[in-house]
């Protein structure tokens, strides 16, 4: 069975880090590429990051860009997205999903992500 658990939201104030990490099992992660999406309250839910299978090319959402991190661990399955600098706008609930290649994405549906929440 594919899964991708999200974890590692929060509470944290302006200005605060957060890691987050997205646990994949069931399929071969090594070979995907990962994505990173959020959807803030009242708002669509957007791609704010990718990273190819081998971590060698990343794409960031404009507003994100130079304050998140994406990494991924492919001995552990794992993929990461390191938050600093947060933001009042960057509260959201946060999900990842893989894709190989220009194949569809491993979840057609999205779980319960991890919830991030900026506030002083």
């Known amino acids: 069975q594919v899964q991708l658990v999200e974890s590692g939201g929060g509470l944290v104030q302006p200005g605060g880090s957060l890691r987050l990490s997205c646990a994949a099992s069931g399929f071969a992660f090594s070979t995907h590429s990962v994505y990173w999406y959020r959807q803030a309250p009242g708002k669509e839910r957007e791609l704010i990051a990718t990273?190819?299978?081998?971590?060698?090319?990343?794409n960031y959402l404009a507003s994100i860009e130079g304050r998140f991190t994406i990494s991924r661990d492919n001995a552990k399955n794992t993929a990461y997205l390191q938050m600093n600098n947060l933001q009042f706008e960057d509260t959201a609930v946060y999900y990842c999903n893989a894709r190989f290649m220009a194949g569809p994405l491993v979840l057609p549906s999205w779980g319960p992500g991890t919830r991030v929440t900026v506030s002083s």
């Open positions: 990273l190819t299978s081998d971590g060698g090319t990343t």
